[in-house]
């Protein structure tokens, strides 16, 4: 037997020293070319550098997304950057006449939606953080990088990193999930894999991360809904994601659509300025989200664009996209209603992000036809998807060790369900220019990978909304027929994403029933789970052999899906969100506070439901494995420390299996008693580790200073003393504990 100790390194913990280094700054030398520019600029060119404007959706992307007055706007210098305007041949005509035909020859900067994949689509954002691995997350990241840059995006408006709550929200599939911690350790790995170590690099684009902020918690799960939430719920949970980003060197960050306590995200200034310019010194610039300066007419700010347009000017909202709320700047200026000063510092905020990304040096950045060719779609780029598609699974449910399949036993395999066959629904939500064609479906996949000899039929079954159980009949048949049943049930991707919120979490249309009647018929069915959000599954998991949740993979989805069906690969994810039992309990989620009267399932009055239990379906953190673990007790250096000491912890864990597999060690820490509630419980580290078969090691994770912080009555971080319960385990519910007391 092996023991081995892992240190577990800061880039788990995402130590400030570890991001620090990669921040996004200016250089005095680079600030000295932006006063002599700033000189030189009239109101209406300071004021164009600040406008952004979209390529239209109806032509691209065989149009490449071209509009025909965008050649005029570059030349009149009216626009500092395009949207959805790309391809190589494009982005080297307009910026051509920028850097060409204009007085001062500034560059463009053009961005795009790059959100899990530009050509060579990736798993879902919510299906990558599943993988509770920042190293594949860079991966994917990078890959995108290079396939964008090569067609012309310098600027990537991702990684998005709204801290989710509430399942019915659809944009939850863009994000991590519900945690700050695990959030923040996707957001940063995203920005390292998108910017590389150097803008400089024509192989990378800049991160934008949005949307600031707390954009995940409008109300009732409504997209674009209000929020109304303490500074102090804010700072903890929902703002350590952009900090994380903000620290890993991203170089612009959008604001969000919503209200925080009354006041739009394009006209708040503490949020923009206070918090995000000041207290974080954030030196990059901030980009409006799609008309959202214009859409604080909506919210009542003011009644005209000139009046929203000052109010985000002087919030510190750098450039609009697609409002038109800065073309009155000059005139504002001019008046006296705007000072100058603002205009001029958020124009020298948009210079410094096109200093760093070397577009006065090289104003198409590597951007060619040839690179396209040899980047979009290469090999090894459809490899790391299959790759990161694999490690992006959670099995939920593996009864009887059904899985891996047994190639040679399972000689009839029946693949039932309206996604079993399916490409487009497998890119999931803003794939970018992701297409169906390019993807392995489901099918394809498992004849790939299954043994010659055996047979394997598809039938639909049904649609994935409708009423119709026509085919159920059919389905039965094939159920009956095979050795095993691979039933795939979920959500279509246009379910999930913008403006893509539900009321319901059950399987759409008549799928649960599918589900019944094929696991009715008695054969080991596995059922595979596609979609963009946690859903209602209660049934499935009691009637089904094996439950994987697979989320929406992308374009290497049927190859990733065969793999962990057939063993190649021994799924290793875990939720990085709670699942409910049923809508009725969201929000939900494991880091709640304890209440006054506690959840107790069986005494009456205490804070539940009284028509069904407390807990969830599933918790979050939770996975199983083909492989077993089993965890020691956490051991801690010391049992009492001063508040500006670490502690540290060591748990064995066991690989009590016979295959090789990974775990997520994880730590969670309580604050058992302060001057304001604390959550029951909060992850505070974790590590991903591979095991042999039977394998030991030893797990250590350093609890710092910071992790035991909290805000107190005043908003200033402190720490209390008085005891710390610490908790590790394999998901957040079943964990080992420790106990110990920082002292004054
Ligand atoms: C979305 C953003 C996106 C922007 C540009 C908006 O509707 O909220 O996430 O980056 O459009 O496409």
């Not at 009949?473 to 991707?493: H, K, M, P, T």
């Not at 403006?499 to 319901?504: E, F, Y």
């Amino acid at each position: 037997m092996n023991n081995t100790l892992i240190l577990l390194a800061a880039c788990f913990l995402l130590l400030p020293s570890h991001s620090l280094a990669q921040r996004f700054t200016t250089s005095p030398a680079i600030e000295r070319k932006i006063d002599s520019l700033l000189a030189l600029m009239t109101p209406e060119e300071k004021a164009g550098q600040l406008n952004q404007y979209s390529g239209d959706f109806a032509t691209g992307p065989g149009g490449n997304f071209l509009r025909s007055d965008h050649a005029d706007m570059a030349r009149s210098e009216k626009v500092g950057s395009f949207l959805n305007v790309l391809g190589s041949d494009v982005v080297r005509r307009i910026q051509h006449i920028a850097v060409e035909e204009t007085r001062l020859h500034i560059p463009l900067i053009f961005g795009y939606d790059v959100i899990h994949g530009y050509r060579t689509t990736f798993p879902i954002p919510l299906a990558e953080a599943s993988s509770w691995d920042p190293r594949a997350v860079e991966l994917s990241a990078r890959v995108e990088a290079r396939e964008a840059s090569a067609s012309g995006v310098q600027w990537t408006f991702s990684p998005m990193v709204d801290i989710a709550r509430d399942p019915r929200w659809g944009r939850i599939a863009e994000g991590s999930g519900e945690d700050p911690v695990l959030g923040s350790a996707m957001a940063a790995a995203r920005v390292r894999g998108y910017q590389g170590t150097s803008l400089s690099d024509p192989t990378t684009v800049v991160a934008c991360v949005k949307h600031f902020a707390a954009y995940g918690a409008g109300e009732g799960g409504r997209d674009y809904n209000t929020v109304d939430m303490s500074e102090r719920t804010l700072r903890e949970v929902y703002l350590p994601p952009y900090k994380a980003a903000v620290d890993a060197g991203a170089g612009t960050v959008m604001c969000s659509f919503n209200e925080i306590a009354g006041v739009p995200s394009s006209v708040n200034r503490w949020l923009l300025t206070d918090v995000l310019k000041k207290e974080w010194s954030f030196e990059g610039f901030v980009v409006s989200d799609w008309g959202s300066i214009r859409e604080c007419i909506n919210h009542r700010i003011a009644p005209t664009s000139d009046g929203v347009g000052r109010a985000a000017m002087h919030a510190g909202l750098d450039m609009d996209m697609e409002s038109n709320a800065y073309l009155g700047l000059p005139r504002l200026i001019a008046s006296g209603t705007v000072p100058l000063s603002e205009v001029d510092e958020s124009v020298r905020r948009v210079l410094r992000v096109k200093y760093a990304l070397g577009l006065f040096d090289d104003p198409y950045r590597g951007c060619s036809a040839e690179r396209e060719k040899k980047e979009i779609l290469s090999a090894e780029n459809r490899a790391a998807a299959r790759d990161v598609a694999r490690k992006s699974m959670v099995l939920l449910k593996n009864d009887n060790a059904v899985l891996p399949l047994d190639a040679a036993k399972a000689a009839s395999i029946a693949v039932i369900g309206p996604f079993g066959n399916d490409k487009e629904n497998m890119l999931g939500t803003w794939s970018s220019l992701g297409a169906g064609s390019t993807v392995v479906s489901i099918m394809e996949g498992l004849k790939t990978a299954a043994s010659p000899k055996s047979r394997i039929t598809y039938v639909k079954g049904c649609d994935i909304e409708g009423t119709t159980t026509d085919g159920f009949a059919g389905a039965i048949v094939a159920a009956q027929n095979a050795d095993v049943v691979i039933l795939v049930v979920g959500e279509s991707r246009g379910m999930t994403g913008e403006a893509s919120s539900r009321s319901q979490l059950d399987l759409p249309g008549v799928q649960a029933e599918l589900v019944r009647a094929v696991a009715a018929a008695g054969k080991p069915t596995v059922v595979v789970l596609v979609g963009g959000r946690p859903l209602v599954i209660g049934g499935i998991l009691h009637q089904a052999t094996a439950v994987i949740e697979a989320w929406h993979l992308g374009v290497e989805a049927g190859n990733a899906i065969a793999d962990v069906l057939f063993g190649t690969y021994n799924p290793g994810g875990k939720l990085p969100v709670t699942f409910p039992r049923s809508v009725g309990q969201v929000p939900i989620y494991y880091n709640y506070k304890s209440t006054g009267r506690p959840f107790n399932d069986s005494v009456h009055y205490t804070s539940r439901y009284f028509d069904l239990p407390s807990t969830p379906q599933l918790p979050f953190g939770f996975g199983l494995s083909y492989t077993t673990f089993s965890y020691g007790t956490p051991r801690l250096s010391v049992q009492k420390i001063t508040a500006n000491e670490n502690v540290v912890v060591s748990v064995d864990v066991e690989n009590t299996g016979t295959r090789k597999g990974e775990e997520v060690v994880q730590l969670y820490l309580r604050d058992d008693f302060a001057t304001v509630t604390r959550p029951v419980k909060e992850l505070k580290a974790f590590a991903k580790l591979e095991f042999m078969p039977k394998e030991k090691k030893t797990a250590e994770f350093t609890i710092t200073p910071e992790m035991m912080s909290m805000y107190d009555l005043s908003m200033k971080k402190v720490i209390e003393p008085g005891t710390f319960t610490v908790y590790v385990g394999t998901n957040s519910v079943d964990c080992r504990e420790a106990a110990f007391e920082v002292v004054q």
